[in-house]
């Protein structure tokens, strides 16, 4: 569980981010047409290709090198971060966001996940239990999957196990459950087949 409480903070850097971002979708348009326009007219690309190694290899340039080299490095710099953020939220995915008036809660699928196996293990009559859990708006949606002893009532049974998983779920996390949805898997019969013996 990761709680952030700092929310105008986490405002502030996600403008900035939000402002580099725009600044380099504006760069790599511009280049894009750049691409686009040599294609179309190749010798543009020779007389502009030309001119930029000879700025570059006059004496006194050195300086105009450096600043390439920083400009270069600065939307190096911006491709790594963009690439590592696209990572970071893909994690996010596995994880249920909650707004509260100090800051963010994050809660991961995991963590929803044991706490349905956990309340589905007390209702009567289940012999095992495996749960799975989906991001749904502003929410979640829980698939309970079990095996019941015999001669239960398996409506009785599932009606009670999606009572106590939305209950344990909602009472734990404070994320509420759209859905609870109960399959069940077999009917435990506590016999072990033995191989036979010729």
């Known amino acids: 569980m990761h709680i952030n409480v700092n929310p105008k903070g986490g405002m502030l850097v996600n403008i900035f981010f939000r402002v580099l971002l725009a600044i380099y979708a504006f760069c790599l348009a511009v280049f894009s047409a750049f691409c686009m326009y040599v294609a179309v007219v190749p010798q543009a690309f020779v007389d502009i290709s030309g001119a930029i190694t000879q700025i570059i290899l006059d004496n006194g340039a050195g300086v105009l090198r450096v600043v ?17 953020s696209g990572i970071r939220s893909n994690k996010d995915k596995k994880a249920v ?8 809660i994050k809660i991961s699928l995991n963590s929803i996940e044991n706490i349905a196996i956990n309340a589905s293990k007390r209702a009567n009559g289940i012999k095992e239990t495996k749960t799975l859990v989906k991001k749904a708006d502003d929410g979640v949606e829980i698939e309970v999957r079990i095996i019941v002893m015999p001669d239960l009532s398996i ?29 069940v898997d077999s009917i435990y019969t506590g016999i072990t087949t033995k191989p036979r013996v010729e």
Do not use: C, D
């Not at 390439?68 to 590592?84: E, G, K, N, T």
């Not at 404070?174 to 859905?179: E, L, P, Y």
């Open 68 to 84: 390439v080299f920083i400009i270069a490095l600065v939307f190096f710099a911006l491709s790594v971060m963009f690439l590592a």
């Open 97 to 104: 966001s909650k707004h509260t008036n100090i800051g963010e």
């Open 155 to 183: 409506p009785v049974i599932s009606e009670e196990v999606q009572g106590r998983v939305k209950k344990a779920v909602e009472e734990a996390s404070g994320i509420a459950v759209k859905q609870v949805r109960v399959v």
